[in-house]
């Protein structure tokens, strides 16, 4: 018996079971474009200038899952590289903290299980749970913790006053101080620490009244109210964090941005 289907009808479904098997050719494309936009962005990693690495790592965070593997390698790369951690590599890091993907938990249970930031053998102080509040971005309970370390850092009954003199800062050893001065720029992008805010506060000639309106310190007169005055994230002035009590004076910030480890 010959076959009476209509020649229409077998296009129709020859059509149907193509598109079946093979996804629209827009899907095509734009898995290609995305393909070819993560192969440029992992080229920008190995770029000289860190702006260009930076604005990298945080196009990549666009890609979701496609970006784990690219920022593995990426930190383990400047890991075996011997390159002191920056921001670039807090910034990476946190990608992966903030990832529900299998590759990133084990990744960080593996190769980063304390943070991307090992202190140097001489510090005195157990940082360990600063770095994991800074990497989450708890700069409030960080900022907290902070205190409490220098104060350790320092000796002289200051953790059990609760507070440091001027004349106490001195006796903080240079690797303690840049240790954690150190984790707060990791983890910050550049944008917290003693040295950050050293940093202003010599641009603006040491003018202690404009430091306090750049950094969100001072208002409209004012000094700002704590806690809830205060920024706790990343949108937060530069140099904003970490904290010092101002309602003692400007002795003791002053201490630590006059401190040894700053000297050439």
């Known amino acids: 018996m010959s076959d009476m289907r209509s020649p229409s009808l077998d296009a129709t479904a020859a059509t149907s079971n193509d598109a079946a098997i093979d996804p629209p050719n827009s899907s095509i494309s734009e898995a290609q474009a995305?393909?070819?936009?993560?192969?440029?962005?992992?080229?920008?990693?190995?770029?000289?200038?860190?702006?260009?690495?930076?604005?990298?790592?945080?196009?990549?965070?666009?890609?979701?899952?496609?970006?784990i593997a690219p920022l593995i390698d990426f930190l383990l790369r400047r890991r075996n590289a011997s390159i002191t951690p920056n921001y670039l590599d807090g910034k990476a890091y946190q990608l992966l903290l903030g990832s529900s993907s299998p590759q990133a938990i084990e990744a960080i249970a593996t190769h980063f299980p304390k943070g991307v930031v090992t202190c140097d053998p001489a510090v005195s102080l157990d940082l360990e749970l600063l770095q994991n509040l800074l990497a989450r971005q708890d700069y409030q309970a960080a900022d907290k913790l902070t205190s409490q370390k220098m104060c350790v850092a320092a000796g002289n009954g200051a953790s059990e006053r609760g507070w440091l003199y001027f004349t106490d800062v001195d006796q903080i050893a240079p690797v303690d101080l840049a240790a954690i001065d150190q984790l707060w720029l990791v983890y910050s992008e550049n944008k917290f620490g003693f040295s950050m805010q050293r940093k202003l506060w010599l641009g603006l000639n040491k003018n202690w009244d404009k430091l306090w309106q750049k950094i969100g310190w001072k208002s409209d007169g004012k000094f700002t109210r704590y806690p809830d005055?205060?920024?706790?994230?990343?949108?937060?002035?530069?140099?904003?964090?970490?904290?010092?009590?101002q309602i003692r004076g400007n002795k003791t910030i002053k201490a630590i941005f006059s401190h040894r480890l700053w000297q050439d």
């Open 34 to 67: 995305n393909q070819r936009a993560i192969l440029a962005l992992i080229e920008q990693l190995g770029a000289p200038k860190e702006t260009t690495q930076a604005k990298a790592i945080s196009e990549l965070a666009g890609f979701g899952e496609a970006a």
């Open 229 to 245: 005055g205060f920024s706790w994230d990343i949108s937060a002035p530069k140099g904003h964090l970490p904290l010092s009590n």
